[in-house]
């Protein structure tokens, strides 16, 4: 009985894959049921004139007349299956069960379509009563079943269907990408992350203002960091490093461009500025009626600059180990300016990119971690990769002698820059 009404429910949504494929995705196919129908209008003038030669009784005519159009009926909604139908489908859905991706009832995603898009495949599937987050979770198994490397998933409007984009070939991705000027985006204010399987990847501070990065040892992970704030110099944006190991892995050249702090007594004045600059641009944008930054320079004229503030290991700024009852007071002090800037920073051009190694659940605090909307993690082992990204996908889908290879929370995965440190040129005039 379960099979018979799986069997309908299957039949259902493939004739409906099918409309859409000859109705949005390939027109020319719609010569298909057409040429179906004009053959069966033809077979069905021919049957009738010969059974009106042949007998004289006009109910067997219509009898034979609605058979043939019953028949016909039938036929093309098995065409419009059959069209909906992708080039081994079965062979797909039996992978997804042997890979263990299954709802309760044991049974695999209905593949209902696969068309291309660039240099990427789109696999559309039924989404057969399994909730995205379990797509989400489980993107291993489904890229281990399509024998491919899976750039992000997408659930429909409806949320009956999931879209998988795969990468047509995943050694198209290249080890080391040297950086160029002209990879940085033109848009205010955008940062250009890495390429990805589908082309730049890129961050639009303006809408996701706060990113965490994370990654183990020789990931690139500093790197990447490196190249977002060379970024935010070269688009005039007013750089904050926090580094408390001294600024040892930070060129002259970035203390010459940035603002350097090495400690947590330094940083707290840094962050009352900060949060005191904050409450003047709410004051000026009431004054001017502009919900943010970018709407407020248009109005004004004015170009008020953003800010960037960047940990290189924030674990260290909210580790109390060892530390004496004032100085846990200063700790606190800088996680309630930090989770101002976190919630409110956005509209006012303050930004926080976060960066750690260190495998902690409790890393940071809360109220800090729910705004950081863009998690990049690099290669780390499934520990960290949790803590990073809510899922074990970086230590699934980096291999360990890749570097500079990142995946993100929304499941895109992508190659960062290699620049040095000479490339930091805020004349212009950089390579």
Not at 96 to 111: D, I, K, R, W, Y
Not at 230 to 256: E, R, Y
Not at 352 to 376: E, F, H, K, V, W
Not at 425 to 430: A, E, K, L, V, W
């Amino acid at each position: 009985m379960k099979k018979d009404i799986r069997r309908k429910y299957e039949r259902s949504r493939r004739f409906w894959a099918g409309i859409r494929e000859i109705t949005v995705y390939h027109y020319a196919k719609l010569l298909i049921p057409l040429t179906y129908l004009l053959v069966l209008f033809l077979v069905w003038k021919i049957c009738i004139s010969a059974f009106s030669v042949l007998s004289k009784n006009e109910i067997v005519v219509k009898s034979v007349s609605f058979s043939l159009l019953f028949v016909g009926i039938v036929g093309l909604v098995e065409v419009v299956v059959i069209l909906g139908t992708p080039r081994k489908a079965q062979t797909t859905q039996n992978a997804l069960v042997e890979a263990g991706f299954t709802n309760a009832l044991h049974s695999p995603p209905l593949l209902l379509s696969v068309r291309k898009a660039g240099s990427r495949h789109i696999y559309e599937f039924d989404a057969n009563n399994t909730p995205f987050s379990r797509w989400e979770q489980e993107r291993a198994k489904i890229a281990a079943a399509l024998h491919s490397t899976i750039d992000h998933l997408e659930p429909s409007t409806d949320g009956r269907r999931v879209l998988v984009y795969v990468a047509v070939a995943y050694a198209a991705l290249p080890s080391k990408i040297d950086w160029k000027a002209e990879y940085i985006p033109k848009e205010d204010f955008v940062l250009a992350l890495g390429m990805g399987l589908s082309g730049l990847e890129t961050v639009d501070l303006s809408t996701t203002p706060h990113l965490l990065l994370g990654g183990g040892t020789g990931s690139g992970k500093s790197i990447l960091l490196k190249s977002l704030l060379m970024q935010s110099c070269l688009k005039g944006a007013t750089v904050i490093i926090a580094d408390f190991k001294g600024g040892v892995d930070f060129s002259p050249i970035w203390h010459d461009n940035c603002q350097m702090v090495f400690d947590t007594q330094t940083l707290l004045p840094v962050l009352a500025d900060l949060t005191a600059e904050l409450e003047h641009r709410r004051t000026l944008f009431v004054a001017a009626g502009t919900p943010n930054i970018a709407k407020y320079n248009q109005v004004t004229g004015e170009q008020l600059t953003r800010y960037i503030l960047a940990f290189d290991e924030v674990a260290e700024v909210f580790d109390m180990s060892g530390l004496d009852k004032s100085e846990k007071d200063v700790v606190a002090q800088i996680t309630r300016h930090l989770s101002l800037i976190a919630r409110q920073g956005r509209a006012f051009g303050l930004h926080l990119l976060l960066s750690t190694q260190r495998p902690s659940a409790d890393l940071i605090p809360g109220q800090i971690r729910t705004n950081l909307s863009l998690r990049i993690c690099g290669r780390a082992d499934e520990i960290l990769s949790k803590i990073i990204l809510d899922s074990s996908a970086a230590a699934e889908q980096i291999q360990l002698n890749e570097q500079g290879r990142f995946v993100t929370n929304t499941g895109r995965i992508f190659q960062g820059f290699w620049f040095d440190d000479s490339m930091l040129d805020t004349s212009g005039n950089h390579a």
